[in-house]
T-cell receptor, first 113, second 113 residues
Framework: DGGITQSPKYLFRKEGQNVTLSCEQN?????MYWYRQDPGQGLRLIYY???????QKGDIAEGYSVSREKKESFPLTVTSAQKNPTAFYLC????????????FGSGTQLSVL | GDSVTQMEGPVTLSEEAFLTINCTYT??????LFWYVQYPGEGLQLLLK?????DKGSNKGFEATYRKETTSFHLEKGSVQVSDSAVYFC????????????FGKGTRLSVIA
């Protein structure tokens, strides 16, 4: 079945540590996105990539980094510079004909120890 | 910039009650409009969409009509069920291609038997 796989489902970060969230899709979508979800704040865009080897900052990119070396993969690194990383992180991709329909992964809950 | 405003929740209804979740938007041009639903612990799923004025999107008993004159896209359902309990997000796409969607903050719906 085609879809988006995020891993791990739960992740814990120690102070000063970088952690990487995985996102893989087998939908042959060109564009991929990372959103952060906090209670009462909806979804906020962190980074997005419309094509391999290219990505753009979203509204809250500070403290995060991404790479897009393969079409299928768009990992997100939460760096130690992100002082408030506890949130639910959602990865999404969009169809080749445009973003009329975003497909979402099941999310990763990141917490700080 | 583009934005989406949703009524704040939580909304609590009895089973078989009528549901309305208000959504208004601000955008240049003629955006496409979407409703997404998020069940506990999961990613978002597309519920319905409308791509031009006066279009009505519908799915699973939910409906929303694109009203350009009032810049609104209110979600309605005539008779809610316990299984409809979820968070509902209104979103817009004002650009072309894979321009990221802009989301509202979400409205939590709880339906009690």
């Amino acid at each position: 079945d085609g879809g988006i796989t995020q891993s791990p489902k739960y992740l814990f970060r120690k102070e000063g540590q970088n952690v990487t969230l995985s996102c893989e899709q087998n939908l042959n979508h060109d564009a991929m996105y990372w959103y952060r979800q906090d209670p009462g704040q909806g979804l906020r865009l962190i980074y997005y990539s419309q094509i391999v080897n290219d990505f753009q900052k979203g509204d809250i990119a500070e403290g995060y980094s991404v790479s897009r070396e393969k079409k299928e993969s768009f990992p997100l690194t939460v760096t130690s510079a992100q002082k408030n990383p506890t949130a639910f992180y959602l990865c999404a991709s969009s169809s080749p004909t445009g973003n009329e329909k975003l497909f979402f992964g099941s999310g990763t809950q990141l917490s700080v120890l | 910039g583009d934005s989406v405003t949703q009524m704040e929740g939580p909304v609590t209804l009895s089973e078989e009650a009528f549901l309305t979740i208000n959504c208004t938007y601000t955008a240049t041009g003629y955006p496409s409009l979407f409703w997404y639903v998020q069940y506990p612990g999961e990613g978002l799923q597309l519920l319905l969409k409308a791509t031009k004025a006066d279009d009505k999107g519908s799915n699973k008993g939910f409906e929303a009509t694109y009203r350009k004159e009032t810049t609104s896209f209110h979600l309605e359902k005539g008779s809610v069920q316990v299984s409809d309990s979820a968070v509902y997000f209104c979103a817009l796409s004002a650009g072309w291609g894979n321009t990221p969607l802009v989301f509202g903050k979400g409205t939590r719906l709880s339906v009690i038997a």
